[in-house]
């Protein structure tokens, strides 16, 4: 899979433009229900592949050099009557500012589809299930790793790796998690299937101003553990923090604990790979 450049890494005149296109997105997720916020990610989804796919087109909608109007008259020449009013005034928004990389303008179109799946969530109060799912699919796929590298195989047809996902998953996660990573399989530019799930998991706790530990345990926790461990995580982050946890017996005790890139491993099989290091001839 081709990789997909996170926001925060974006270039300054990428970063502003993509608040742009944000702030278009939030503007109209009012108008529609759940079913109507899926449609409306699955039309910005399209349109970023229509982009992936044409090169020449892509490269035209994110020239800085012609004029905003030029942008948005090509955009809505091509799109009009194709895509709902609402679709049209988000890919209308991003096709209008100034891009970094035409590679931004497309990445900044799929995470507005992410974003309003999120919203649907968000709106049928069930982006803690919605949360909860992505983090036991993303322990699923770290423990099977040759389902990780089939559903990452570019050169399988994406409707293989489809039905490979839906195998696993459907009917046993909400529809807007399942919308949300059927894409994450066929899009060009996720970096990998983990990676993705990763980045949405995030992005649901950004939803809420909260950010997520990942916390592997050898054993169950009870609620009261579990509360306990995310306000010491909170007064140690200075934010925050929820835990989303799975049990491993592999840790055979203590936790590993992670809190976006850092890692604070306490398991006694880390302990143990120390000391046979330390003996290593």
């Not at 993509?18 to 109507?36: C, E, H, I, M």
């Not at 530019?189 to 530990?213: H, N, P, Y």
């Amino acid at each position: 899979m081709a990789a997909r450049r996170d926001v925060t890494v974006m270039q300054s005149a990428s970063r502003e433009a993509f608040k742009q296109v944000r702030a278009q997105t939030n503007s109209v997720l009012g108008r529609y229900s759940t079913d109507g916020l899926i449609g409306l990610a699955q039309e910005l989804y399209a349109v970023a592949d229509l982009l992936t796919s044409q090169p020449r087109l892509r490269r035209r909608l994110a020239d800085s050099a012609a004029a905003p109007e030029h942008r948005t008259g090509m955009a809505n020449s091509l799109l009009q009557g194709k895509i709902s009013a609402s679709a049209l005034s988000i890919v209308e928004q991003a096709v209008s500012v100034r891009w970094s990389a035409a590679w931004d303008l497309v990445d900044a179109l799929e995470t507005s589809g992410d974003d309003v799946l999120l919203a649907a969530a968000d709106t049928e109060g069930v982006l803690d299930d919605v949360e909860d799912e992505l983090f036991r699919l993303e322990r699923i796929l770290d423990a099977e790793s040759d389902l990780t590298a089939l559903l990452d195989q570019a050169a399988v047809e994406g409707s293989t790796r489809t039905k490979l996902l839906d195998a696993v998953i459907e009917g046993k996660v909400n529809r807007v998690t399942l919308t949300l990573v059927r894409h994450a399989v066929v899009t060009q530019r996720k970096r990998s299937i983990l990676l993705a799930v990763d980045e949405l998991i995030e992005s649901a706790g950004a939803r809420r101003d909260r950010f997520v530990a990942r916390v592997i345990s050898a054993v169950e926790l009870n609620e009261q553990q579990e509360r306990a461990l995310a306000d010491k995580l909170s007064e140690l982050y200075g934010r925050r923090i929820e835990v989303r946890y799975a049990v491993d017996p592999v840790v055979r005790g203590g936790l590993v604990v992670r809190v976006g890139d850092e890692i604070i491993d306490g398991s006694v099989i880390s302990r143990l790979n120390q000391l046979r290091s330390a003996f290593a001839v």
